[in-house]
Every structure is written in C-alpha cells, then in structure tokens.
C-alpha cells in the first residue's frame, strides 16, 4: 500500500511546508486539504487565496518579495480599472481596488469561474488548475461547498468577510468574534476526507490556528475524525517566540482571548493532535506544551533555507512514525 501523508492547509505557511516536504518525501504521495474560508468574489470572479498561494509556491511561480500572487506580474488592469472610481455610484460595489489582482493572476481567476459556471465542482478545478502549473502534489479544498469566514471588528461592531479585515483593512484592527458562515451544512470533499482518514500521518501545516486552520475544523465530522487517529497527527507551531512569522495570528490569538505562545497553541490543538513541533527558540515553553497532553518536537522551524526546511519536514514527518528512505 502506498504511504501518504496529509497536510491541512492555509496559504503562505502551508505552502513553504508543502514545498519543504517534496524536498525529502514524494510530491505524488502527499495531498495538501487546503482551507477555502478565505475565498471570494470580485469582479464576478471566484478568487481561492490559499489554493492559489499554495500553487503558484510550489510551482515557482510565486512572486517571492510580496510572497503572493505571480512572479513577473504586471498590474495593467487594476490601473486602468482605477479610472471608474470617480464616476461609480454610491453603494455600488463595481470596481474594488483595494483587492490587487494581477495580470497574469487574472487568468487563473478567469479559468476558475468560467469551469465553476459550466458546473465543475471546485475540487475538479483545482485538480485541472495545478495539472496547468505541473504540480505533481495533489491538493485538494475542503469543501466545494462555500463557506465565509467572517470576522467580528471589534471598534466598529460589525461583522466583514476575511478578507475585507485582512486586506481592505490590512489586519490592523482588533477584532472579537470568529464565525465561519455555512459551515454547518458543508461536506468535507471525498478527496479530503480520505487525506484525512487513509494517510499514514496528517500534518497541521504551520498556519493560522484560528482562520486558516479553523474552517477546516469547522466543517462537520472534522475534528471527529481527526481526535481518532490523534497519535498520528502533528502540528507545527505557526507561533515562535510569541509572533506570528507573517500575518496576524499572534494579535488574533491575544484578542480572542488565547496565548500567543507555543502553548496557546497547544491548548488549541490538544483534541486532535498528539504532537507539537515548535522552534528552538520556545524550547523553555516544551513543559508547559506537554502539559497539555501532547508531546513536544524542537527543531528550528522557521524556514530560512532549504536544508532548514527539509530537516523540519524530517522531524515533523518523524514524529508521526512515518520511516523515511535514505
């Protein structure tokens, strides 16, 4: 039988794990669940961050200073669609600019809506949208079923889909509440379930516990499913040294009342997963993660080079029992 990992996914710290893991394991034996809570529409097209963030990263096509979108890209049409701003009604949501596409992204977005339109379901088009970019890893979304994640604004009172706090309002402002909107009645896809079930090990990639992680968990059966084969679950620590290494989960973590801290993480992941990879650098905290129930992997965690990388895929691949070949 063929041994196959699973990772459940967000976007850019998933994506360098995913890529880190084809470094010492077989790309055609891993399957990336990735979270779909932070899609969206605009402009009439169907947009999946974290699946597109993980493609485009592990195709080499990532533009690696933003750590998004296409390498080489140009910006044409978001320029010339700027000219529309003065003239657009009040109320009217035509002409979004504070969400950046890019030219050659565009067509990815194109792509996607035009095959969701003729009634592919979203795991036929990821699987023909990496064929496009020549993955050899398979990735699958969570859901073709649509779920939000909407985020609660703690100084406005109001509740915004994920991406309107994270880039319209660049993940500057407090927030209260997480609620993930038709979760409820979403269905783990067939290919995501078997990633979770039939894998020899599952990884909880490095990413948001709470938004990028959290969707995932939110759909029903997940965490049943995952509490049941604990002992072969690992988590690798989004958190080091108490900051997150991009974006908000460490500020998401304090205003929602958790620890910003291995530990904090720990607590979060304790049900569905035996074991912790964290960094060196909170080795000091690996009691207190223990003490949690799960067991504790210190090994440097932050990505910096590929034989970094490679080693903590290694390790975190180790710790659940999976034998690599020489």
Not at 15 to 29: E, I, N, Q, T, Y
Not at 57 to 81: V, Y
Not at 169 to 176: E, L
Not at 285 to 291: H, Q, T
């Amino acid at each position: 039988m063929t041994t196959t990992i699973g990772v459940v996914c967000g976007g850019v710290g998933a994506a360098r794990f995913l890529r880190a893991l084809d470094g010492v394991w077989p790309a055609d034996r891993s399957v990336g669940v990735v979270n779909t809570g932070d899609d969206t529409v605009l402009h009439g097209l169907a947009i999946s961050p974290d699946l597109d963030t993980i493609t485009y990263t592990l195709a080499g096509a990532i533009d690696p200073e933003r750590g998004w979108g296409l390498r080489d890209e140009t910006w044409r049409a978001m320029e010339a669609l700027a000219r529309f701003v003065p003239v657009r009604p009040e109320g009217s949501a035509a002409a979004p600019t504070w969400f950046n596409l890019g030219d050659q992204d565009l067509a990815t977005h194109f792509y996607r809506t035009a095959r969701l339109a003729e009634g592919a379901t979203l795991t036929e088009v990821t699987a023909e949208i990496t064929a496009a970019f020549g993955l050899r890893q398979r990735l699958v979304p969570m859901s073709d079923q649509r779920v939000t994640t909407m985020v609660s604004l703690a100084d406005e009172h109001v509740e915004v889909p994920f991406q309107e706090y994270f880039v319209q309002r660049r993940h500057g402002v407090p927030v209260d509440g997480i609620r993930f909107d038709a979760a409820a009645d979403a269905v783990l896809t067939e290919a995501a379930r078997a990633a979770l079930v039939e894998s020899e090990a599952v990884v909880i990639a490095p990413s948001n516990p709470l938004v990028s992680i959290g969707p995932v968990r939110a759909l029903p059966g997940v965490d049943d499913l995952l509490a049941a084969r604990r002992d072969t679950v690992v988590a690798v620590s989004p958190i080091v040294g108490g900051a997150a290494l991009k974006g908000p989960a460490d500020r998401m973590l304090m205003e929602l009342g958790h620890d910003a801290s291995v530990v904090g993480v720990a607590r979060l992941y304790a049900p569905i997963a035996a074991t912790l990879v964290i960094d060196p650098v909170d080795a000091h905290l690996a009691a207190a993660v223990e003490a949690t129930g799960m067991r504790v992997v210190v090994t440097p965690s932050i990505m910096s080079t590929p034989e970094v990388a490679h080693e903590l895929a290694r390790r975190t691949l180790a710790a659940a029992g999976v034998a690599l070949s020489d």
